[in-house]
Nanobody
Framework: QVQLVESGGGLVQAGGSLRLSCAAS????????VGWFRQAPRKEREFVAGINWSAGSTYYPDSVKGRFAISRDNARNTVDLQMNSLKPEDTAVYYC?????????????????WGQGTQVTVSS
């Protein structure tokens, strides 16, 4: 079991950058495949990045590919999401989630553990 806590959200202008961090307050995040998701008001939760167990392959949807980068820091027991060239449409609550197994799939239903979320607001 792992408890996840996100940090790093905030208000940024379009074109700016933010770095989100997903820390394990208990358990070891390196034991899981991890995904980052976001949910904007009146929209479904959306997969934005995933990293396989043991820092293998990474996955991104076309909407963020080339702008977002997910990485592990096993020494800090975190999974980070670097977000560059932010757009107003990136505004949402961002969640990290962990699942057993190797592959970080895009289906939210497959993730067992979720953080509480961190707000990202991009102004135009």
């Amino acid at each position: 079991q792992v408890q996840l806590v996100e940090s790093g959200g905030g208000l940024v202008q379009a074109g700016g950058s933010l770095r989100l961090s997903c820390a394990a307050s208990s358990g070891t995040v390196s034991s899981y495949a991890v995904g980052w998701f976001r949910q904007a008001p009146r929209k479904e939760r959306e997969f934005v990045a995933g990293i396989n167990w043991s820092a293998g392959s990474t996955y991104y949807p076309d909407s963020v590919k080339g702008r977002f980068a997910i990485s592990r820091d096993n020494a800090r027991n975190t999974v980070d999401l670097q977000m560059n060239s932010l757009k107003p449409e990136d505004t949402a609550v961002y969640y990290c989630a962990a699942k057993p197994g190797v592959v970080a799939t895009p289906e939210a239903v497959r993730y067992m553990y979720w953080g509480q979320g961190t707000q990202v607001t991009v102004s135009s």
